[in-house]
T-cell receptor, first 115, second 114 residues
Framework: NAGVTQTPKFQVLKTGQSMTLQCAQD?????MYWYRQDPGMGLRLIYY???????DKGEVPNGYNVSRLNKREFSLRLESAAPSQTSVYFC??????????????FGPGTRLTVL | AQSVAQPEDQVNVAEGNPLTVKCTYS??????LFWYVQYPNRGLQFLLK??????LVKGSYGFEAEFNKSQTSFHLKKPSALVSDSALYFC????????????FGTGTRLQVFP
């Protein structure tokens, strides 16, 4: 099992350019997440998907869009990149919580720099 | 609103000594609390979680955490630190009414010196 995979690992964009970050998981999880990690800020949730075809905004959704293409894949799109979006982006997945919370499994991250 | 605080940006400890990484929480209702670890250039890895029951929770790599309701704390501990424990540690709490979402603390960098 590869777990959660993300592409690309690194990306440099110019202000105004667009790009899509790809994420896939092979654990048959229903829930998937996109986070950004910034120094001193911890991880902040950008978007969340409870199942195929559903998405929900997180704490910092502005400037981003997402697509839950199928159960495996959850992509994050920056339509017009801004320097404030320079960050490390993590995708995660988990089983939906029932009686007890389940841990999230994280991908290796994408380091994005916007010039 | 649910929140966690990690009051220390960095914790330094000598190898073989006990370590503690602090976390305090503020929640409405029952707290569901987590610890994750992030090694350099890697994604986060789950260490342990508290749901209910025993206040001492045991997790991966010899770590444990003590839930203290009166002090609203969930400190991460290990009896004997290893240099390989050096990493960034995050405390997290379940977001209110949003069962699958977590709110993360700002992280504490643990440095274990030989």
């Amino acid at each position: 099992n590869a777990g959660v995979t993300q592409t690309p690992k690194f990306q440099v964009l110019k202000t105004g350019q667009s790009m899509t970050l790809q994420c896939a998981q092979d654990m048959n999880h229903n829930s998937m997440y996109w986070y950004r990690q910034d120094p001193g800020m911890g991880l902040r949730l950008i978007y969340y998907s409870a199942s195929e075809g559903t998405t929900d905004k997180g704490e910092v959704p502005n400037g981003y869009n997402v697509s839950r293409l199928n159960k495996r894949e959850f992509s994050l799109r920056l339509e017009s990149a801004a320097p404030s979006q320079t960050s490390v982006y993590f995708c995660a997945s988990s089983e939906p919580w029932g009686l007890a919370p389940n841990e999230q499994f994280f991908g290796p991250g994408t380091r994005l720099t916007v010039l | 609103a649910q929140s966690v605080a990690q009051p220390e940006d960095q914790v330094n400890v000598a190898e073989g000594n006990p370590l503690t990484v602090k976390c305090t929480y503020s929640v409405s209702g029952n707290p569901y609390l987590f610890w994750y670890v992030q090694y350099p250039n890697r994604g986060l890895q789950f260490l342990l979680k508290y749901i209910t029951g025993d206040n001492l929770v045991k997790g991966s790599y010899g770590f444990e955490a003590e839930f203290n309701k009166s002090q609203t704390s969930f400190h991460l501990k290990k009896p004997s630190a290893l240099v390989s424990d050096s990493a960034l540690y995050f405390c997290a709490v379940r977001a209110l009414h949003q069962t699958d979402k977590l709110i993360f603390g700002t992280g504490t960098r643990l440095q274990v010196f030989p």
